[in-house]
């Protein structure tokens, strides 16, 4: 099983942001030309979340990925784990910040677990906290360093386009700020892709326990 580390964490997202970078656009783009339709809205809106379930499969996805039937399916679960999150995190944010950056990276699987395994919100929250348990400063530091790469890269590569000609320079900004969305929400993909396949060592685990508790009826001593 793959571990998660940071330099995995931010080599990977950057592949997988860049192979996604124009399906990630076009769904954007769709997302904003049908936002104004009602019940649909809500699905695509969801959709673009759900991209990263997506992105963590593997491959190349379809911007037509946000028109899939199966995220307006939980839409009233889908509202009910955010109010969750928001509330838990809000409180932890209240005991100076800390407890809530560790609320919000203990639980930041959460929605993605409900998307892709159906989840009820409750089971989503928990099984995120078992998953992320003894990772967190992984997947804080890898965002953090992934982040900081990015920006770097763009503002050297600005500074020499915009050394050529000006207009080079504001250019690689934009594009670069596009680019950096897009390897930001790859690394949520990839790092779901790692801690997903934990979800289903626990599950295991969770059996085999379960299994191993259970005595048949054959092996039981017999009473004289």
């Not at 910040?97 to 919000?104: A, R, Y």
């Not at 790859?186 to 790092?191: E, G």
């Amino acid at each position: 099983m793959n571990q998660l580390t940071i330099g995995g964490i931010v080599s990977n997202s950057i592949q997988l942001g860049l192979k996604n970078m124009v399906s990630i656009i076009g769904a954007v783009i769709l997302w904003v030309i049908t936002i104004w339709i009602p019940y649909l809205n809500v699905g695509t809106s969801i959709a673009l979340i759900g991209m990263v379930v997506a992105i963590s499969k593997g491959g190349v996805i379809s911007p037509l990925e946000i028109f899939n039937a199966k995220y307006r399916r939980n839409m009233g679960e889908f509202f009910l784990l955010i109010g969750f999150l928001e509330i838990g995190i809000f409180a932890g944010l209240l005991f100076a910040i800390i407890p809530g950056i560790v609320i919000l990276i203990a639980w930041s699987q959460a929605i993605f677990l409900l998307i892709d395994k159906n989840l009820n919100p409750t089971e989503a929250i928990t099984m995120s906290n078992k998953i992320t348990y003894g990772k967190k400063w992984t997947i804080f530091f890898g965002y953090f360093i992934l982040e900081i790469v990015l920006v770097v890269a763009i503002a050297i590569l600005s500074a020499i386009f915009g050394a050529i000609w000006g207009f080079l320079g504001t250019l690689v900004v934009i594009v670069g700020f596009i680019a950096l969305l897009c390897i930001m929400l790859a690394a949520a993909a990839y790092i779901y892709s790692v801690l997903s396949k934990e979800e289903i060592n626990v599950q295991d685990r969770k059996s085999t326990r379960l299994n191993s508790s259970h005595i048949p009826l054959s092996r039981m001593p017999s009473s004289a």
